[in-house]
């Protein structure tokens, strides 16, 4: 191997790691603040591609039929849920009212948009935009239906609702969208030779934005209000509870967060790859391990993880392209048993 292949692995590399990057620190959050390992995150992925593509194909985008449904669902289990409490306190119709804009008008919103507007002649950006305007509500609202109503249960329970959630979304995934995949547009043509490496604009892109939203969630955290809660909440949660921290408000921006990350992920690899309703699986699972590595709890290790999949998965295709899945999943094996040598046993809370 000489240099120029071994730079280019390297670009190739940091560029998937910085994606899988996203996935992690997504991971990483739902878990640290409601325990749940949110095994849907890559459904966000296709998803995402999908809907950018649909717009940029001109076609409208059926995910948004989608939306309208668990919209119509989610406003029937609020109202339920404020049925079943109605012998103990008053009707909370002040709640309802904004249940029912949120999750009614919402949508119907967004479909009155997205017949209005010509969104193939968009900047990119705004296609981007109006894509996470109908995944991140998406998101929350599987958090509502799926997730809220056992938040205390054990992290083996929500584990089994997370996988049913995920072959759910995959089923749904498959009727809207069908079997086939789509790529976008790049975001850039531009490309660049450093000495024997070809630099593309599209790894770029990839790596600025990833970089970036990494930093605005490390500010996000530090210096908001809603951040240091969201921390307070995965550092302890009863005691988040008992300072007045809403831990239901917390889950709804954790699964808000991740579903604009792994719309993000989807939309930096569309225009790489051909992606697929099932494609972001396998590539949230190499999230997932750049998460174990950083123990589900900490955000710079399962960046640092993620760097390190991304060029264990392009040093491993060149010289075990067959093994190469193989080779990044077994990465977790001796992570899992060093940290089940270093680390405490203690009961489940």
Not at 57 to 78: A, H, N, R, S
Not at 164 to 180: D, N, T
Request: hydrophobic share 55%; glycine share 12%.
């Amino acid at each position: 191997m000489d240099f120029g292949i071994f730079a280019v692995l390297a670009q190739d590399g940091v560029t998937n790691g910085a994606v899988y990057a996203l996935l992690a620190m997504a991971l990483v959050l739902v878990f640290s603040v409601t325990r749940i390992i949110f095994l849907p995150q890559g459904e966000f992925i296709g998803f995402g591609a999908l809907t950018l593509a649909a717009l940029q194909g001109g076609q409208f985008p059926k995910l948004i039929w989608l939306l309208i449904g668990i919209g119509i669902l989610t406003f029937l289990v609020e109202l339920g849920s404020a049925l079943r409490q109605v012998r103990y306190k008053p009707l909370p119709k002040r709640h309802l009212m904004w249940s029912g804009v949120e999750n009614l008008c919402y949508p119907l919103f967004v479909w009155a948009l997205a017949h209005t507007f010509n969104w193939q002649g968009m900047p990119m950006v705004v296609q981007v935009l109006f894509t996470l305007g109908v995944t991140v509500p998406l998101g929350i609202m599987i958090y509502r239906i799926a997730f809220q109503p056992m938040a205390e249960a054990s992290v083996l329970v929500l584990l089994i609702v997370s996988v049913g959630v995920h072959f759910a979304m995959l089923g749904m995934g498959l009727f809207i969208f069908g079997p086939e995949g789509s790529t976008t547009l790049p975001f850039t043509d531009w490309s660049t030779e450093i000495g024997a490496m070809l630099v593309s604009g599209q790894s770029v892109v990839v790596m600025v934005v990833s970089a970036s939203l990494i930093g605005g969630l490390y500010l996000f955290f530090d210096r908001t209000l809603y951040g240091k809660a969201l921390r307070a909440t995965a550092v302890n949660r009863k005691g988040a509870q008992l300072v007045g921290i809403g831990t239901t408000q917390a889950g709804r921006m954790a699964f808000g967060l991740a579903a604009a990350l792994g719309t993000l992920a989807g939309t930096l690899i569309a225009p790489l790859n051909t992606v697929g309703y099932d494609t972001g699986f396998v590539v949230a699972l190499k999230g997932f391990v750049a998460a174990i590595v950083g123990g589900l709890a900490s955000y710079p290790l399962a960046a640092a993880g993620a760097i390190l999949v991304g060029l264990l998965e392009s040093y491993s295709s060149f010289w075990a392209s067959a093994y190469k899945e193989v080779i990044v999943f077994t990465l977790i094996i001796p992570v899992l048993a060093w940290r089940s040598l270093t680390s405490g046993h203690g009961d489940e809370e």
